[in-house]
């Protein structure tokens, strides 16, 4: 098994930075990928970034050029930088990872941008 603990959410206006951090119980070189997703009031959980064991990383368009995924390896962290926020962004963020076949989850840190 694997925990995630997040950190980082809060309110924000439009234009502004936040920084989200997720410490896993596990290191990074038993898990194949982190990522985070997001899910807005009323619409499905989304993926916005994920970063694998290797160090690829992808990225939903809609924060493409805005959000930055990286790693901390000796501290077992993955961190999401968001860069000009807008309030479309507004969502509880999760981490996630996957862990020998199976997917663990954060239990969710709230962003709000205000416009």
């Known amino acids: 098994q694997v925990q995630l603990v997040e950190s980082g959410g809060g309110l924000v206006q439009a234009g502004g930075s936040l920084r989200l951090s997720c410490v896993a119980s596990?290191?990074?070189?038993?898990?194949?990928?982190m990522g985070w997703y997001r899910q807005a009031p009323g619409k499905q959980r989304e993926l916005v970034a994920h970063?694998?064991?290797?160090?690829?990383?992808a990225y939903a368009d809609a924060v493409k050029g805005r959000f930055t995924i990286s790693r901390d390896t000796a501290r077992n962290t993955v961190l999401l930088q968001m860069d000009s926020l807008k309030p479309e962004d507004t969502a509880v963020y999760y981490c996630?990872?996957?862990?020998?076949?199976?997917?663990?989850w954060g239990q969710g840190t709230q962003v709000t941008v205000s416009s």
């Open positions: 596990r290191s990074f070189f038993a898990i194949s990928a």
């Open positions: 970063i694998t064991n290797g160090g690829s990383t």
């Open positions: 996630s990872a996957h862990y020998f076949g199976s997917d663990y």
